[in-house]
């Protein structure tokens, strides 16, 4: 079976059939946001994690808030001296 890149090159229509949807979107892309340092999606997964809990109210912005500021910012670089 041809790979991905096999098909783009030697059957240009094919593949642009196939990737429609995404190849339209691409006028609404915009930038990746990122945290600084290794651990950026680790961050996003922390994030994620902390809102769960207040999307489902099982807690309450008190109770996570100080939790998840301390979870990230264990996880960015440190700066200075």
Known sequence: ???????AALEPERFLLGHLTSI?????LTEWASFPG???LKI???I???IEGLVTGKRTA???MPEL???VS?????CGG
């Open 1 to 7: 079976m041809p790979g991905l890149l096999q098909i």
């Open 24 to 28: 339209q979107q691409l006028p609404l």
């Open 38 to 40: 290794d651990n950026s």
């Open 44 to 46: 996003i997964e922390v």
């Open 48 to 50: 994620r994690h902390h």
């Open 62 to 64: 008190e109770q996570v």
């Open 69 to 71: 500021v301390g979870a």
């Open 74 to 78: 264990n996880l960015l670089p440190k």
